[in-house]
């Protein structure tokens, strides 16, 4: 009888020279023989027969890693393993296991927590589309804005607006929209620079996560005290 699995999870993830050996160190308990990899920036992939390898590589912000691929396997007992991590925004982390011994469940199943252990704080961030978000926001605005007036909440005057007064409406609409697109492009970018979908912190990818976090930090402080402030300012106005 044979068993198996294959799996693809779409959640960002950090990994650091103690989760690999913690990796490492329980494929060690499987049968057969280890191998790994990596695929640079460069666009060149390259191949290790132990984990030190990997984490020798100099992971420098010009030839960053980009995948690494943990392969096992065995032919008696058959074994089959392999595991991915990819800067992704999609399916960044993968593996697929397939075994004719129901008893190597129990261990591969170690190795499976220790995967998903990898998954980051800020995972749904990643998936945070900022222009749709800010599309969605001006459109509901616009529509309320629409209701008020038919309600009656708010009165507005009968006089008919002139040609000119029309097309400066519509040119300030198509302002408010490019305006939110670029706006939505922007936090787009700052989102996947504070909130990457993928860090291999290893080498000089380290000195770089600890940058993110430093970066992170900074922006999150800062939109907490301009929230603070903005609905400080709004309870004086209307208190």
Do not use: C
Request: proline fraction near 2%.
């Amino acid at each position: 009888m044979n068993i198996s699995k294959i799996e693809s999870i779409n959640e960002a993830f950090i990994i650091e020279s103690t989760d690999l050996n913690s990796i490492d160190k329980l494929l060690n308990e499987l049968p057969g023989n280890s191998s790994f990899s990596i695929e640079t920036s460069d666009g060149f992939k390259r191949d290790f027969e132990s984990i030190e390898g990997v984490l020798s590589h100099e992971n420098s912000s010009k030839n960053s890693i980009q995948k690494i691929t943990i392969n096992k396997y065995s032919n008696d007992p058959y074994l089959q393993l392999n595991i991915s991590f990819k800067i992704n925004n999609s399916h960044g982390i993968s593996y697929f296991f397939s075994a004719d011994d129901e008893n190597l469940i129990p261990k591969f199943q170690r190795v499976i927590d220790l995967i998903e252990g990898t998954e980051a704080w800020y995972s749904k961030w990643t998936k945070r589309n900022f222009i749709l978000d800010l599309i969605l926001g001006i459109g509901l605005l616009f529509i309320l804005l629409s209701i008020l007036p038919a309600s009656g909440i708010i009165q507005t005057s009968n006089v008919e607006a002139s040609t000119q007064n029309k097309a400066i409406v519509n040119l300030v609409i198509i302002g408010i929209i490019a305006a939110t697109f670029l706006i939505g492009l922007l936090l787009n970018k700052i989102r996947t620079k504070i909130f990457p979908a993928g860090v291999f912190a290893i080498g000089q990818g380290i000195r770089r996560h600890r940058d993110i976090v430093s970066s992170r930090k900074f922006v999150l402080w800062g939109f907490g005290l301009f929230f603070s402030a903005a609905i400080g300012y709004l309870f004086f106005i209307f208190s």
